[in-house]
């Protein structure tokens, strides 16, 4: 029960704060927070991606280049330009390395306007810092494993967050309905779209690129928008009332 319940709390804690954070607020500001918050969830997606850790301004710039360029040659996640998921995830993590080191041209044109923390980055992208969020996993599952199968979760812990990003951009670009024509392939993968928070609405998504409810019909749940709603209640955050309210122009029947 240890390890399911650490498995699940690391799965859902990641995914959080991906498209909470590194998505919705890094890549598109959404809302806006003050300084206090900022810092408090750009620390708490250290913590919670761990050894997985993504950079904010690395990964706000690749999400940008993902909607300016989406599914043609110049998308740096598109399914359709890799073979399988494995062959997208290291095309991927590439040009990740590349725009974390300022060394990839098409993505300066999308630069600023995300939190920044020089000093968390370097912790989070340093070898040390990975590998021993790594070790603190292992340690874990030696206290608490009850049968051998259970370590085969460990390769997950490791890279949390670019297997959320993988099953995000393959699944999303590949499987599903589309409400929209956004001439690209973007689709809605999953009717109720709990495992990935709201993130697999790639269709309606990327018509409204700054919708906060990723769902758009009423049987469409985007379990991540009662959170940010609440936040914006209680002060946290505060939303951007005319893209909150975006409405799309047409409406598949």
């Known amino acids: 029960m240890p390890i399911l319940l650490f498995f699940v709390g690391h799965w859902y804690l990641s995914l959080f704060v991906?498209?909470?954070?590194?998505?919705?607020?890094a890549a598109h500001k959404?809302?806006?927070m003050n300084r206090f918050?900022?810092?408090f969830f750009f620390g708490l997606t250290y913590a919670a991606q761990g050894s997985s850790f993504l950079s904010p301004r690395a990964y706000a710039l690749l999400h940008r280049m993902h909607?300016?360029?989406?599914d043609t040659e110049k998308d740096p996640h598109s399914p359709h330009f890799s073979s399988n998921a494995f062959t997208m995830m290291w095309k991927t993590k590439n040009i990740y390395n590349s725009v974390l080191n300022n060394d990839y041209e098409l993505a300066k044109r999308f630069e600023g306007d995300y939190p920044v923390?020089?000093?968390?980055?370097r912790i989070g992208d340093n070898?040390?810092?990975?590998v021993g969020w790594g070790t603190a996993y292992v340690l874990f599952y030696v206290a608490f494993a009850t049968a051998w199968w259970q370590y085969l979760l460990l390769p997950i812990h490791f890279l949390m967050g670019p297997i959320h990003g993988a099953i995000v951009n393959w699944s999303g670009h590949k499987y599903g309905y589309q409400n929209f024509d956004n001439n690209d392939k973007s689709r809605n993968s999953l009717f109720f779209d709990f495992l990935t928070g709201g993130e697999l609405f790639q269709n309606n998504h990327h018509k409204l690129p700054m919708r906060v409810n990723f769902g758009v019909k009423w049987w469409e749940l985007d379990p991540t928008y009662p959170v940010i709603w609440t936040l914006d209640k209680v002060g946290i955050i505060k939303l951007k009332r005319k893209v909150a309210a975006q409405e799309?122009?047409?409406l598949a029947a």
Do not use: D
């Open 18 to 25: 991906q498209t909470f954070y590194l998505h919705r607020y």
């Open 30 to 32: 959404m809302y806006t």
């Open 37 to 39: 918050w900022e810092r």
């Open 67 to 70: 909607h300016a360029y989406s």
């Open 117 to 121: 923390w020089n000093l968390l980055e």
């Open 127 to 130: 070898w040390k810092s990975r």
């Open 248 to 250: 799309p122009e047409r």
